[in-house]
């Protein structure tokens, strides 16, 4: 069973504040992919990376996947709070994708 | 495009009832998948569908639960007797063999079994 484990599980933090949060795993994937999801929402993917190294900036998000395809990491440059919001990333393998446990993280204006 | 499409938003049941979920994928995706939320497990994958074909169902918890999908625009989810422990948010998403597995997902499904 392939497992990712993200971390931290929860964040809270001032607006204007820098954070990393990571995703790691024991299993290679073809792919890594971030998504977010707010309350009573669904997930609402943010990024798709592939390969191994590669590294993708979303506005204030950079999202890097590892070299051996096993790990990432979204860091969020000065958060603000509409950041606010539960993070997922999620290894894919063919058409089906194993979920982290997610970062829940707060922006407090 | 509308997007995946959930019904109902939230559900209020006493243990024991059957309940139905609903589920329209976005037109055109061929794969769609079950997911259950709670807070102490997660998103977990319950079955997924290939061209209407059930797929894998190895994470349907027991025989309360099954799953459809008569045709390319509509699924169901069926849990039948209910328990409290089904409480969640059931998610369907959707997507195409021809991306990179992205899927998009519906609202989801509140459930509350008293």
């Known amino acids: 069973t392939q497992l990712l484990e993200q971390s931290p599980q929860f964040l809270s933090i001032q607006e204007g504040e820098n954070l990393t949060v990571y995703c790691n795993s024991s299993?290679?994937?073809?792919?890594l992919q971030w998504y977010r999801q707010e309350p009573g929402e669904g997930p609402v993917l943010l990024v798709t990376?592939?390969?191994?190294?590669e590294v993708k900036k979303l506005k204030r998000l950079t999202f890097q996947f590892g070299d051996a395809r096993k790990d990432s990491s979204l860091h969020i440059t000065a958060a603000q709070p509409g950041d606010t919001g539960l993070y997922l990333c999620?290894?894919?393998?063919?058409?089906?994708?194993?979920f982290g446990g997610g970062t829940r993280l707060m922006v407090k204006p | 495009d509308a997007g995946v499409i959930q019904s109902p938003r939230h559900e209020v049941t006493e243990m024991g009832q059957e309940v139905t979920l609903r589920c329209k994928p976005i037109?055109?995706?061929?794969?769609l998948f079950w997911y259950r939320q709670t807070m102490m497990r997660g998103l977990e994958l319950l079955i997924y569908?290939?061209?209407?074909?059930?797929?894998?169902d190895s994470g349907m918890p027991e025989d309360r639960f099954s799953a459809k999908m008569p045709n390319a625009s509509f699924s169901t989810l069926k849990i039948q007797p209910s328990e409290p422990r089904d409480s969640a948010v059931y998610f369907c998403?959707?997507?195409?063999?021809?991306?990179?597995?992205?899927?998009?997902f519906g609202p989801g499904t509140r459930l509350t079994v008293l």
């Open positions: 998403a959707s997507t195409s063999s021809g991306g990179l597995g992205e899927q998009f």
């Open positions: 299993s290679v994937f073809s792919s």
């Open positions: 990376v592939v390969t191994g190294g």
């Open positions: 999620a290894g894919g393998a063919g058409n089906m994708l194993t």
């Open positions: 037109s055109g995706h061929d794969y």
């Open positions: 569908f290939n061209n209407n074909v059930p797929i894998d």
